[in-house]
């Protein structure tokens, strides 16, 4: 039986308030066996009837690299003419990745024609397949962050583009692309807040009572 004291509380909270998404990394390499240690702990996370949807992709090919480089800036361009005015010229000044920083990059996947967990709870919600790996990925992300290790979310990619470049099965649904590194700042806002993107509402704008 292990029990967790206020203390701990506490400093959990200050992890889920100093996680980051991360685009700006320094270049020193992840300790080796980094990136399996975290995706140790993602397969500890909740999944739909225990299936374990979630497919892990270590991309180290520098051609392979690139190749999702390229489809992010493809993707980041198309983005950009969907913005006019001043909104398009804040845009054009975010960084919205780090792929070309990020010692360590990991695509995530969900295996929709798995039959672990013998379908149990998928029946009515077959997209409880892809929360569960995003359940998995959050437990990574704060698993990194209380390691000093920064994750950054990409998903201004072609999923169809994506699956060629890494060749993996089509059952496996893209779920998202992280990019992993040590961060170059710490911060306890988010950095599109920063930017004057958008800001960080209060949880009663988002919870109703009946
Ligand atoms: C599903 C999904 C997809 C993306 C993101 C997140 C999630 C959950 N985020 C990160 C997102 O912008 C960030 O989480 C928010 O701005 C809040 O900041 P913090 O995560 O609190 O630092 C993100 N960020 C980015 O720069 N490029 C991206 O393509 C994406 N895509």
């Known amino acids: 039986m292990v029990e967790f004291d206020d203390a701990f509380r506490r400093h959990l909270h200050e992890l889920f308030v100093w996680r980051r998404d991360v685009r700006r990394f320094r270049s020193d390499p992840l300790p080796a066996g980094a990136i399996d240690r975290l995706i140790e702990t993602a397969c500890l996370s909740p999944s739909v009837g225990l299936s374990q949807p979630w497919r892990f992709v270590i991309v180290d090919d520098d051609a392979r690299r690139r190749a999702v480089t390229d489809d992010f800036k493809a993707c980041n361009a ?68 209380a390691e000093g290790i920064g994750l950054g979310w990409v998903s201004i990619l072609s999923p169809d583009r994506i699956h060629a470049i890494l060749d993996v099965p089509s059952s496996w649904k893209f779920i998202a692309y992280l990019c992993i590194g040590y961060p170059e700042i710490e911060c306890d806002r988010p950095e599109l807040e920063q930017a004057k993107w958008e800001h960080r509402r209060g949880a009663d704008e988002f919870t109703l009572r009946r």
């Open 78 to 145: 198309d983005a950009l003419n969907c913005y006019s005015g001043d909104r398009a010229a804040r845009y054009a000044t975010l960084k919205l990745s780090g792929l070309e920083q990020a010692p360590g990059h990991l695509a995530v996947f969900a295996d929709k024609a798995s039959d672990i967990g013998h379908g149990l709870g998928r029946a009515t919600m077959p997209e409880t397949t892809e929360y569960s790996v995003v359940s998995a990925i959050t437990a990574m992300w704060l698993a990194a962050r």
